[in-house]
């Protein structure tokens, strides 16, 4: 299930996709959220919107287009943001 917002244009907007336990703590695959200017700020709405994901965001990787990012890296509008929480096994 991908979820957009009808109101925000595309230019505006971040791609979402969540990866294993963070997919089911969402509820969702993925989505389309208003852009943020930081990953901290990305995820603060992310857990705004989805509560479920409070368990396990603060143990996930965050990736902005395909590069691990913290709290205070840069997110572009038009990003493809991953959240990947930790992997078991190997």
Do not use: K
Not at 7 to 18: F, I
Not at 38 to 52: F, I, N, S, Y
């Amino acid at each position: 299930m991908h979820t957009q917002r009808p109101d925000v244009g595309a230019s505006e907007t971040v791609t979402v996709r969540y990866w294993a336990g963070a997919r089911a703590a969402a509820g969702v695959d993925g989505e389309t959220v208003p852009a943020e200017a930081t990953v901290g700020a990305l995820t603060a709405r992310l857990l705004a919107a989805r509560p479920g994901l409070a368990a396990v965001l603060p143990v996930c990787t965050v990736l902005v287009d395909g590069l691990a990012s913290g709290p205070d890296d840069a997110v572009r509008a038009g990003s493809a943001v991953e959240v990947l929480p930790p992997f078991a096994g190997g």
